[in-house]
């Protein structure tokens, strides 16, 4: 197992590395000057020459991505921001607790609405409830979710004056753009425990288990469910990794700091090296989170650990 | 945070909640230039000489300040004013201060005049500032936050980290930054003028306006920034809250590039000005927020030509020049703006209009970086921006924007060119005589406005939204104000 | 079966493996699915391969047919060695040798109708330029192996097994191969099923004159199709002998166990039981000395460390065993 | 057979499936008894009801599709289908046990086997986990697998051994009555014989009563007492084992036997019966067999045969020897 | 054996070949749910063509004296902040929604499906080469590719079809893979290697009208996720170039009528949720039929 996660770590090298190339490329092309946007409108031709030089973007590009590139592995830097001169690598982390509690609890939100409405749609396939609660999560994916967060902001916060609109510093505003995600996910959980516990039901091993005399509950938690985890995990990880690199749309509208915020305004800036170090970042989450994936399925399904060597 | 903490009954009102429109980029002030860090930059900092809210330049660091000849002015400092660090404000500050602006990029057009590396020191509270060429724009120049006096020692203690721990002589200490969230900062009980009223300030970010509204009428702050148009009619009736209004320094203009061949015509422009109906316009997407505009510089500025009237709504005209400048068949033209909405809703609008008298315009919303891009390279035949004149000054409303030598990316993107302007710009940076000066800029806009540079569109208003507990809230109208003598009321 | 037929035996060999090895890398180790097979066919001949599952009978099969690159050795098919063919010769050669699969559900396309699957293969070699032509051919097919003419639009999943496994035959048949292998073609149906198939099969060979290599592990069907048999354990050909006397004497003591293993629908024979004690063992890094050394009742200890090689023992008979007949 | 001696009696049983399809009648009028300590063989092919037999006395057909039309299941003299599913937890796995066909997909892969088979014993003998899991290990060894292997998942194990774990599993709590699902159709010749051999010491051991389904008569003729021969859900020749093998009365048992290669006599060809089995959904009218068989009359496609017993508990459902 | 017939009743039933859908279409029609949102769907692609005839009104007629009213005969959905009809726009917005949906999941399909079909049947190398440029590309931000190539391209509705198109080009390279690794080692595939067929046969005749039932789902269920990513793109402001009336932008746009308006909003909102909702239920029935093993 060690040796596995230590594998995969490696492979982490070449992933990001052709992220960074990516992104590199990707910004260089992108038209839009860094100097010019932040000196903004009214800013005279010389001074954005001056600002040009002043953050190396007068190099060629193979330049510029290399030293980009040597900085991070020799020095473990990643640049400074042109816009707020502060260390890359420090603007991100002041922005990834906002991030990660949000995306801890959308995912929260989105497993305890979507792995109970998935298994009790399972069991009583094509009953009312099934329907019902299939209807309820669509429901969920098919708003958009600027919108959504808007509606619940009347509701919950103007209206009923329950909830804070806006803001992160304390349980009560994460609930709202919890919810705002989280409902739009479950219905892709929902839809996958469903699917996953159908399969899983139609198994030998659940009739043997009520064969022995086993509890329908008991047969459904414990065989079943550990069964149908598999899918679950993906889709989870997956969402959960998607999530920590930030929800643009539910962050800027219930103004949490989060990293996906961050990413837009700096990529609006063609802040070149905080876009460099968000994508790097988002794509570190990424890999992070699917290893811990796999590693999951590992205690998931003893026939995966066997094979992790 | 701690939103409700503000509306709480009870609780004694010290904290003021401010929720801002947008992150400020950086709170030291050499580095940045944006409306938002100048909206924390001004609760910390404090400038040789500042503007009133009604751009009357007064004492604040420096408590007199002459004209020693065309290129030196002489100030003298106001005695026992303490920096945050504690340490006393001298004139080697003030040189050093000015040194380190004259080097960032950012803030260079502000104060790029002044020769930074020749400012004498007669004494510790008198300083001798020169200038590179007579420029008579200065005093409003020391006023922008790029003129801001910072301390050296706190500077070079620092180094690299400046940014993190600001010194300023201003009535309030910046206490903590909370990334994408909020800036913290507290009264400074050694200022050197009358002490903040309220202990602590709180500067909150919320990028969205409804949301922003919203937090203003449910108590989550005090001060609320940037209100949007709709939510105003709304937010006056509501017998919690005072709406603030005043007119701003920003005009937005509907740009026709001069070096393209439809828009090289005089003619074809002021027919364009002809056929906008600029009232519906500024009522339906501003909802009646701020005003037709009436030349290129709000009427606010000093200097700025008030017998110009709108060209008004006369599409008969219209078609008349654009028959005589050889378009009677109409033309076709491609209308850039960048994602800001109101400049959208614009857009559609022209778009509309323009169509009445035959010109058939293309609206293209481009990503702001690329749009700048490719204004900077003049690809662009129509376009809505705007200037924001950010010392209140003429020169600073003019120059760039209509100056020949200013072309594309200089600021004059619509590539006007014009002899006599050119001629005229460059002698009111050397007229220090107020009539005069004014005389000249009075010429140099009514030239503009008849050869219709701009298609003039609006001058934006400053809308703050408060409490109406709270008491003593002036505006700026550079959207930079300052809450020390702010305070809760009954 | 063939002789059973009374069908004149031509001693000509129309295949030959020699030394014949396939391995797979995995990540235990190398598994010697094939290790080192030497037997022929003859002409119009069915031989026989049994064996427990994994022992490499339908590795042993695809290498043939180079559906899988053999590790080493040859396949002399008529004459030639076809593991050295180019790809267009293996295409040539392919019409004279098809398979027919083990499972008749995974190898038909579920997407294809019957009459798509039948002429696929006379499509794809260009066989006939006109749709008359083809079409006529396909009901020849059709009628060959007994499938019913209404069924040409029908797809995979609307047949039943047998008839299934019918269009799998018949797409086999459609080039006119000599040589057919076949890879457990009956295991997957039910008994009434089977016992029809094997009957096509018999009928065919009869009237084509087919060579038949027999897969399957189920002795008593491979005994009654089968001239000679091959029994295969772990990779390797331990007996190979004519059908009558792997079932009188068998020589190896793995095919005794075999033998004695299969339940057999009488209640009045009595029969000597020998069960083998274990599993079969992984064919990855399988042990040096003789392969079922681990489960053998007369194992010896020169059997740990030596492989017995295929040796005659008599006219048609060959076993891989230290001390064939002394039991 | 003494009314006494029954453990399991069926009646009249008739189960349908009704799907999008149509209703598959899988069981009609099906009518058995098991004693005491006896095997019972069931043979048939693919969809002749095997399953559907053995899910019905275990009470676990899916419902829906599955629907009991009629008929009752007496276990013990009690009637298996009134029960409350209270009631039913308490036999299954107790009183009566079942081994399903494929050991490889029967046993869940995440758990480890001794936790399943410690499962049952924990549900019916009111055992602490650890009691349990020391019974689970001692029925491993029972079934010749060496107990520290216990904390072990199936995926480690062959499936021979699989099929014992499936066995110690469903003997744990010592059930009169084990339905053993085609126990060895996955499994190779040299282990089938094995795990028959095992079954057949356990059987003798716990003096257990047992259905043994297979549609191999090779099977039946090694391990069963009684044969019941089902063709498309019904019961066409039911009687003892030798009288089976001696005397095979029903054409389609004696077409069952004709499509088995003889390993001791050399025929040339193969005597199949002819066609194929019915379409479950649209089964033929009168006796479901008369479509392929060769004796068939004309009163065979429009009346369904009785029940006959042609000698000493020797029933076939044919007009042939019906008077 | 069985019955024999002549030679032109042979031809006649040969002409009548059904196909496999036909029993997907069959399975899918029993459901109800599904065949509700198909219903949807089809209301929409109608109400899409013949938008000229369904409203009176021009989409892009600006009445200024008549901006934001409620909704009322004369205009069923109100209308929007420059008089003009909402329901209009609604329904002519139809059309570039569904066309920016489908389009840009067109383009992930074919590109990301040729990518994944080339993995998933070489394999080796290859296969490692293309997933992890696949994974690269996963990991960069939609947004950021959004923004780059509107940036690079102009907004305007092709270019924000490629931003999304591109965006999740992965998802269906990573499906075409998985589906192809399933049926690249079944028997038939072996089958027509053994008599003699190409690779590029057996790609185009047997494994990709195999691997097309996951492709066509997750087709379906993009499509919908695709004009939500649209109207996303549409909030931080790279939507379509006015007056083109798009869902996303109008409900973007209107967003600060929210309060004082609801219908500016919630309409458009609507036409998206409704239109995703179908796409799912539709999506979802459509998987059901596929998946026999769901067949009960
Ligand atoms: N492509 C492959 N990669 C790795 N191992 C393989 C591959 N194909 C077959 N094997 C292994 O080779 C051995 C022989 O397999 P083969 O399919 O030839 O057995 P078989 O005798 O046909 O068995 P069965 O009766 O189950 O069909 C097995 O252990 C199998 O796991
Ligand atoms: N869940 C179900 N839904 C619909 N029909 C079913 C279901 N289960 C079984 N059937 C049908 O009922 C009939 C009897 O099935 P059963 O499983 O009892 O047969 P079996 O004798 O066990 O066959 P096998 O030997 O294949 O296991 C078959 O026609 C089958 O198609
Ligand atoms: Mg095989
Ligand atoms: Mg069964
Ligand atoms: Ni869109």
Redesign the pocket.
């Given at each position: 197992m060690h040796k596995y996660i230590f594998k995969r770590l490696l492979l982490l090298i070449p992933v990001l590395l052709g992220v960074t190339f990516i992104v590199f490329t990707l910004m260089y092309i992108t038209p839009g000057d860094p100097a010019a946007i932040m000196l903004g409108e009214d800013v005279p031709q010389e001074e954005v020459e001056k600002l040009r030089a002043e953050i190396g973007l007068d190099r060629p590009f193979l330049v510029q991505y290399g030293s980009f590139v040597k900085n991070i592995v020799l020095h473990g830097d990643f640049g400074t921001s042109y816009v707020t001169k502060r260390p890359v690598s420090q603007e991100i982390l002041a922005r990834f607790p906002a991030t990660l509690r949000l995306a801890g609890a959308a995912v929260l939100v989105s497993m305890g609405i979507g792995i109970p409405l998935g298994i009790i749609s399972a069991t009583k396939q094509y009953s009312i409830f099934d329907n019902v609660s299939m209807v309820f999560a669509l429901i969920g994916v098919s708003m958009p979710n600027f919108w959504q967060g808007l509606i619940l902001i009347m509701i919950f916060s103007l209206h009923l004056g329950w909830l804070p609109a806006s803001g992160f510093s304390g349980f009560k505003y994460i609930i709202l753009p919890a919810l705002t995600i989280g409902t739009s996910t479950a219905a892709i959980i929902t839809r996958m425990t469903r699917s996953s516990m159908l399969e899983v039901i139609r198994q030998d091993y659940i009739t043997t288990a009520r064969a022995k005399g086993q509890k329908e509950s008991k047969v459904i938690n414990k065989h079943a469910l550990g069964n149908a985890l598999i899918p679950i995990i993906t889709v989870v990880g997956l969402l959960f990794g998607k999530l920590l690199g930030g929800a643009v749309l539910t962050e800027s509208i219930f103004a949490v700091p989060g990293v996906g915020r961050l990413m837009v305004d700096s990529i609006k800036c063609r802040d070149f090296p905080m876009v460099q170090g968000g994508v790097l970042y988002i794509a570190f989450c990424f890999c992070i989170v699917n290893l811990l994936v796999d590693i999951l399925y590992a205690f998931a399904d003893p026939r995966i650990r066997s094979q992790y060597r | 945070g701690g939103s409700k903490s503000a509306a709480k009954e009870g609780e004694e009102k010290n904290t003021l909640i401010v929720g801002l429109a947008a992150e400020p980029k950086g709170i030291d002030p050499h580095p940045v230039n944006d409306v938002p860090s100048g909206n924390a930059l001004v609760q910390i900092y404090e400038t040789l000489i500042t503007q009133d809210v009604d751009m009357n330049i007064q004492p604040l660091l420096a408590e007199t300040w002459k004209q020693i000849d065309d290129l030196t002015w002489e100030f003298k400092l106001k005695k026992g004013v303490k920096f945050h660090n504690g340490e006393e404000l001298k004139a080697s500050d003030v040189k050093f201060s000015f040194q380190r602006a004259c080097e960032s990029a950012r803030i260079g057009h502000i104060v790029g005049m002044i020769d930074a590396d020749n400012i004498e020191i007669i004494d510790d509270y008198t300083v001798r500032i020169p200038t590179k060429e007579p420029f008579s724009a200065l005093l409003p120049s020391l006023c922008h936050t790029g003129g801001m006096i910072l301390s050296e020692k706190a500077v070079n203690e620092a180094g690299e980290a400046y940014g993190e721990k600001p010194v300023g002589t201003g009535p309030f200490k910046f206490v903590e930054w909370k990334r994408g969230d909020s800036l913290i900062f507290e009264r400074f009980d050694d200022y050197h003028g009358e002490k903040a009223k309220i202990k602590k300030l709180v500067m909150r970010v919320i990028p969205e306006r409804t949301n922003r509204v919203i937090e203003l009428e449910t108590g989550g702050i005090d001060v609320c920034y940037d209100i949007g148009a709709n939510d105003i009619t709304r937010l006056e009736e509501n017998e919690d809250i005072e709406v603030y209004r005043k007119i701003s320094f920003s005009t937005g203009y509907l740009g026709m590039n001069c070096l393209d061949d439809k828009f090289k015509d005089a003619r074809v422009r002021q027919a364009v000005n002809y056929a906008l109906d600029v009232d519906a316009m500024v009522n339906s997407v501003l909802k009646g927020v701020g005003t037709v505009a009436k030349g290129p510089l709000t009427p606010n500025v000093p200097g700025a030509n008030l017998e110009l009237k709108p060209y008004g709504h006369d599409i008969e005209k219209a078609k008349q020049l654009l028959k005589e400048a050889g378009f009677e068949n109409g033309l076709k033209t491609e209308l850039w703006t960048n994602e800001n909405k109101d400049r959208i809703n614009m857009a559609e609008i022209i778009q509309a209009q323009l169509k009445e008298v035959g010109i058939d315009v293309e609206v293209k919303i481009l990503e702001w970086g690329a749009m700048l891009e490719g204004l900077n390279n003049k690809e662009h035949e129509m376009l809505i921006l705007g200037w924001n004149n950010s010392t209140g000054d003429p020169d600073i409303g003019l120059y760039a924007p209509f100056h020949s030598s200013k072309h594309g990316k200089g600021g004059n993107r619509v590539c006007y060119t014009n002899k006599r302007v050119d001629e005229l710009l460059d002698l009111g940076r050397k007229t220090f005589d107020t009539e005069k000066r004014n005389e000249i800029y009075y010429e140099v806009q009514e030239i503009i406005y008849n050869e219709a540079a701009w298609g003039l569109l609006y001058n934006k208003e400053v809308v703050l939204g408060a409490k109406k507990n709270l008491k003593g809230l002036k505006v700026w109208p550079n959207n930079k104000h300052r809450f020390d003598f702010v305070y809760f009321g009954e | 079966m063939a002789k059973k037929l009374g069908v004149k035996l031509m001693t000509e060999k129309i295949l030959e493996a020699k030394n014949l090895k396939k391995y797979?890398k995995?990540s235990k180790g190398m598994?010697r699915?094939v290790d080192d097979l030497n037997f022929y066919i003859n002409k119009g001949e069915t031989l026989g391969l049994v064996?427990?599952?994994?022992?490499?009978?339908?590795?042993?099969g695809r290498v043939i047919l180079r559906l899988l690159e053999a590790t080493d050795g040859e396949v002399i098919f008529n004459g030639k060695d076809i593991l050295k063919f180019n790809k267009n010769q293996i295409r040539e050669a392919r019409q004279k040798m098809q398979i027919v699969f083990?499972d008749p559900y995974a190898s038909l396309d579920p997407r294809k109708t019957v009459f798509e699957i039948i002429s696929e293969p006379l499509n794809v070699n260009k066989i006939y330029n006109k749709k008359d032509k083809l079409e006529d051919r396909v009901y020849e097919l059709m009628e060959t192996v007994g499938l019913a003419d209404r069924l040409v639009n029908a797809y995979p999943h609307e047949l039943d097994g047998g008839r299934r496994q019918r269009v799998g035959i018949a797409r086999a048949l459609a080039l006119n191969p000599s040589f057919i292998v076949q890879d457990?073609p009956v295991s997957a149906l039910d008994v009434s099923i089977q016992a029809q198939i094997l009957n096509l099969m018999h009928k065919l060979q009869k009237e084509l004159g087919l060579t038949y290599l027999f897969?399957s592990?189920d002795l008593s069907v491979v005994k009654h199709v089968s001239d000679r048999i091959a029994v295969?354990y772990l990779g390797k050909i331990v007996e190979l002998s004519d059908y009558k006397s792997i079932f009188i004497s068998p020589l190896h003591p793995y095919t005794k166990a075999l033998l004695s293993a299969i339940p057999i629908a009488k209640i009045d024979v009595e029969r000597e039981k020998i069960i083998l004690e274990g599993d079969v063992p992984?064919?990855v890094n399988p042990p040096e000395g003789c392969r079922f050394y681990g489960r053998c009742q007369y194992r010896e200890k020169i059997c740990e460390k030596q492989s017995p090689k295929l040796k005659k023992y008599e006219k048609n008979r060959f076993v891989a065993c230290h001390f064939a007949g002394e039991f | 057979m003494a009314e006494e001696k029954k453990l399991l009696e069926i009646k009249n049983l008739t189960v349908h499936y009704i799907t999008d399809d149509g209703t598959v009648r899988a069981l009609e009028d099906m009518n058995l008894e098991i004693g005491y300590g006896e095997t019972l063989g069931f043979v048939g092919e693919t969809g002749a009801g095997k399953t559907t037999t053995a899910k019905s006395i275990m009470c676990l057909l899916p419902d829906p599709p599955a629907k009991i039309m009629s008929g009752e299941i007496l276990f013990e003299k009690e009637d298996l289908l009134k029960k409350s599913i209270k009631d039913i937890r308490q036999i299954r796995g107790d009183k009566i046990s079942m081994i399903f066909q494929d050991p490889m997909t029967a046993l869940n892969p995440v758990m480890t086997v001794g936790e399943q088979i410690a499962e049952g014993i924990m549900l019916h003998q009111n055992l602490k986990k650890e009691a349990a899991l020391a019974k689970a290990n001692e029925m491993l060894e029972t079934v010749g697998i060496k107990s520290f292997r216990s904390k072990d998942y199936p995926h480690q194990f062959s499936g021979g051994m699989k099929q014992r774990v499936v066995i110690a599993m469903a003997l744990a709590c010592n059930p009169k009555l084990l339905i053993a699902d085609e126990p060895t159709t996955a499994l190779d010749v040299t282990i089938q014989a094995q795990v028959l051999k095992l079954m057949q010491q356990l059987k003798e051991k716990y003096k257990t009563s047992m259905i043994m389904i297979t549609h191999d008569l090779g099977v039946v003729a090694e391990a069963c007492d009684k044969v019941a021969v089902i063709y498309a859900g019904n019961v066409v020749e039911y009687t003892d084992k030798k009288k089976l093998f001696t005397n095979p009365s029903h054409p389609y048992t004696i077409g069952l036997f004709g499509c088995i290669p003889d390993v001791f006599s050399d025929e040339e060809e193969l005597s199949p019966i002819e066609g194929l089995m019915p379409d479950p959904t649209n089964l033929p009218s009168g006796c479901p067999f008369h479509p392929r068989c060769p004796k068939a009359i004309e009163k065979c496609s429009k009346e369904k045969p009785k029940n006959v017993d042609i000698k000493d508990n020797h029933f076939v459902k044919c007009f042939l020897f019906q008077k | 054996m069985e019955a024999k017939i002549d030679n032109k009743e042979r031809s006649r039933i040969r002409n009548k070949k059904r196909s496999q859908w036909v029993e997907v279409l069959r399975r899918l029609k029993k459901n109800k749910a599904a065949m509700f949102g198909l219903f949807i769907i089809f209301m929409l692609i109608i109400v899409a063509i013949f938008a000229d005839f369904i409203t009176t009104y021009d989409y892009a007629k600006q009445n200024l004296d008549e901006a934001l009213q409620s909704p009322s005969f004369k205009h069923f959905f109100g209308t929007d902040e420059f008089g003009r009809d909402i329901f209009t726009r609604i329904i002519y917005g139809s059309r570039i929604s569904l066309l920016v949906g489908i389009l840009a999941v067109g383009i992930a399909i074919f590109i990301g499906g040729g990518l994944g079909a080339i993995a998933g049947f070489y394999g080796g190398k290859l296969d490692n080469v293309i997933m992890r440029s696949m994974d690269v590309l996963l990991a960069i931000p939609s947004i950021l590719l959004a923004i780059s190539i509107v940036a690079a391209l102009g907004s305007g509705l092709v270019n924000l079809m490629i931003a999304v198109g591109i965006a999740n080009i992965p998802r269906y390279a990573r499906i075409m893979r998985a589906s192809i690794l399933s049926v690249r080692d079944q028997e038939f595939i072996e089958a027509s290697q053994s008599v003699g067929a190409s690779d590029f046969t057996i790609i185009v005749k047997h494994i990709i009208p195999n691997c097309l039932a996951p492709v066509i789902v997750q087709g379906t269920l993009g499509v919908a996720s695709a004009i939500l990513s649209c109207a996303g793109l549409s909030f931080i402001g790279l939507g379509i170039n006015p007056p083109t009336p798009e869902w996303g932008s109008m409900l973007s746009r209107g967003r600060d009528y929210l309060r004082d308006y609801w219908h500016v909003t919630a309409f458009p909102g609507m036409a998206i949720m409704i239109t995703i909702f179908a796409l799912n239920l539709f999506g979802d029935g459509l998987r059901d039929a596929f998946d026999p093993k769901l067949k009960n």
């Open positions: - | - | 797979f995995t598994l699915a064996g427990e599952s994994g022992c490499g009978k339908s590795t042993t083990q457990e897969i592990h295969m992984s064919p | - | -």
